[in-house]
């Protein structure tokens, strides 16, 4: 995200050798894209991918230049894509739900 130009992106990557692969990719982008697979079976998953976060923000602070991140989406506030997804507070705030 860049707030000077106002550009959001959404990158999905994958690589593929054979034509198979490159159908399978383009099936699994299309899912991914299209749905989410929310199951109980996932559950370990996804707590794992909450502590993940939570040690994430727990480190935040702890990094040199932290302070730079909130500063810039105090400048593009006006802009919801860029306040939400580029500043730290802002992201922590969403997670919480």
């Known amino acids: 995200m860049n707030g000077a130009s ?12 054979t034509t198979d692969e490159f159908r399978l990719a383009l099936d699994l982008t299309s899912q991914i894209m299209h749905s989410n697979y929310l199951d109980v079976l996932n559950v370990d998953r996804l707590r794992d991918l909450v502590a993940s976060r939570i040690s994430g923000d727990d480190l935040y602070t702890k990094r040199d230049g932290w302070i ?14 860029v306040f939400a997804t580029h500043s730290q507070p802002t992201r922590a705030h969403w997670m919480k739900d």
């Open 6 to 17: 106002h550009r959001a992106e959404l990158f999905i990557r994958a690589s593929a050798t």
């Open 68 to 81: 730079t991140n909130p500063a810039y989406g105090w400048r593009y506030r006006t802009d919801a894509v």
